[in-house]
């Protein structure tokens, strides 16, 4: 057997393992899955439909804000698990055992990402069911598109999770530093005001930001338009995977 | 620090904790780098060929963990996927003790049994060498000894270990050689019989009678370097290597009533107290 076969084998063999295993923590399985889908519910009988799940208009406030933003609080959700779990498995001496088998920390990585990936399509899933009958009549959603763009965003930002969960000492502090680098590029990011409208030197600031280009691109497919219309966003978030990843093999520690 | 472990044999390095046992293994297992100096394992660096090496040495780490809700079988077969040749996973885990326990989660099996676990999953790519770093630490005395008696059927079937330990019972009843460390540094290597031979040849034999004569028997026993009397107690020293059956033929050829016969021979404790200055335990 080839190593690319064996590299394949295990990664395959060590990601259903993982899923299985967050399977088996019921806590972890209604946090991820059951309490973003309560809050959906729970937001959308509070909001008019169009707000929900329609097509946006131009500006703010406008439809879509809603899945828009749910997307992104679960994309930033699965980068704090992310990193909570890695840095679990670096505290514990997971990590450490791993490392004296032939494994790589890049297949680890992948692992994760793929488990975190497959949650975010399977809640997504179920809020866009659940959503459905808040569609207005006649509008017609992108579901395809934007489940791809969701689960393309996802990775990339999961990909800034690598970087801290590669250094992270301590579970204690994984969610804290993942909040605090995290959820200010949110603030920023032209999901709750246009980026135009910031001050200059914030723009520049948010265009820095991987998170501004995910905003743009779940906001401009959601909203109908074409994937050619959101190439620099899909070339900002392709940049920011490459570089962390590269940034994290260099800088990740098994203990 | 220098020593070689040879094809087949129990190697053991041993020391009170912080004396650099798992410095120096996990040098010899490439997950440190060496200040200087170089290492080779089935003539290969540990460093430079990780890779190779890796699917010829097992490896038992100090203080390490798997997923909590990890079961038995699937933490075998996750490292059985990892190498390119590997060993049948159930009959190991027959072999080991562990069949029943193949679907129990790794949180709820018990000291002895995760260190097995850890045995299978150092064991299941078939390693021509196993490294075990505290092997039984933390253990109760049964699931120890079951522990060694694993460790001697890994011998048994051609594999060379090489393992540390501050227990120095588990050295003597388990090693054919062993290194005593000290402070990063190799003081001695050699079996454990040798090295209580060479640095602690005393031998001690209590003898309790009230036979008013014995005293002035035991004063022509050759070899003999001291006598203490307490009651009816002697307490016999020497050194010479037929020093006890000397201490049996006097009393026999003397028709002394004997109450009580003990011998107290010396052990790896006593050669590192003679060795360092100072007991293991310290």
Redo the contacts between chains.
């Keep these: ?1 080839t ?1 690319a076969a ?1 590299t394949v ?2 990664l395959l ?2 990601t259903w ?1 993982e899923i ?2 967050f399977a ?2 019921p806590l972890g399985l209604f946090g991820s899955i059951v309490i973003p889908l309560l809050v959906f519910i729970g937001v959308a009988r509070l909001v008019p439909p169009a707000a929900v799940m329609g097509p946006p208009r131009r500006g703010w406030p406008g439809g879509g804000f809603l899945p828009v933003l749910t997307t992104v609080l679960i994309a930033l959700s699965a980068v704090g698990s992310l990193i909570t779990i890695i840095s679990i ?1 670096r505290e ?3 990590l ?2 791993l ?5 790589q920390p890049a297949i680890i990585l992948t692992t994760h990402v793929i488990v975190k990936l497959l949650l975010t399509a399977l809640t997504m899933f179920l809020m866009l069911l659940a959503g459905r009958r808040y569609v207005p009549p006649g509008a017609a959603v992108p579901y395809l598109s934007f489940g791809i763009a969701v689960l393309f965003s996802t990775w990339a930002i999961l990909s800034i999770g690598f970087v801290i969960a590669s250094v992270v000492p301590t579970a204690r502090f994984a969610q804290p530093i993942a909040t605090f680098v995290l959820y200010p590029m949110l603030t920023v990011s032209g999901l709750f005001f246009p980026v135009a409208m910031l001050p200059p030197s914030l723009q520049i600031f948010a265009k820095a930001l991987p998170l501004t280009y995910a905003v743009s691109l779940l906001s401009g497919i959601w909203k109908g338009d074409p994937w050619s219309a959101h190439l620099i966003d899909v070339f900002a978030l392709a940049l920011t995977f490459v570089l962390c990843v590269a940034l994290s093999s260099k800088v990740f520690r ?1 203990e | 620090m220098s020593f070689e472990v040879r094809e087949g044999e129990i190697f053991g390095l041993i020391g009170p904790n912080g004396a650099g046992k798992t410095t120096t293994m996990e040098c010899v297992e490439g997950l440190r780098k060496v200040d200087r100096g170089t290492i080779s394992v089935l003539s290969l660096d540990p460093r430079r060929d990780a890779r190779a090496l890796q699917n010829r040495v097992g490896v038992q780490l100090q203080q390490a963990q798997l997923q909590k809700r990890i079961k038995v079988w699937e933490a075998v077969d996750l490292w059985a996927s990892l190498y390119p040749r590997t060993v049948d996973g159930n009959a190991l885990l027959e072999r080991l003790g562990l069949g029943e326990k193949r679907n129990a989660w790794f949180m709820n099996l018990s000291g002895g049994q995760k260190q097995r676990l850890f045995i299978a999953l150092a064991l299941i790519h078939d390693p021509e060498v196993v490294l075990l770093d505290e092997l039984t630490t933390g253990l109760d005395p049964q699931a120890r000894r079951a522990i060694w008696d694993m460790v001697r059927g890994i011998r048994e079937r051609g594999k060379t270990v090489l393992l540390t330990t501050h227990l120095m019972e588990e050295a003597e009843r388990l090693c054919d050689r062993v290194a005593i460390i000290e402070r990063g540094r190799v003081i001695d290597v050699g079996t454990p019989d040798d090295l209580v031979r060479r640095y602690c040849p005393e031998q001690t034999v209590s003898v309790s009678t009230s036979d008013p004569e014995a005293r002035s028997r035991f004063a022509g026993i050759t070899g003999l370097e001291s006598v203490e009397q307490e009651g009816t107690r002697f307490t016999l020293r020497g050194r010479t290597e037929d020093f006890v059956t000397d201490v049996i033929h006097c009393i026999s050829e003397n028709r002394i009533r004997v109450t009580e016969f003990r011998t107290e021979t010396a052990n790896l404790e006593d050669v590192f107290l003679k060795l360092t200055g100072h007991s293991i335990r310290d």
Excluded: C, D, H
């Excluded at chain 1, 490392?99 to 494994?103: D, I």
């Design positions: 057997m190593s064996i084998r295990s063999k060590l393992l299985k295993i088996r923590e498995y514990s001496g997971i450490k055992r490392r004296a088998t032939p494994l098994w």
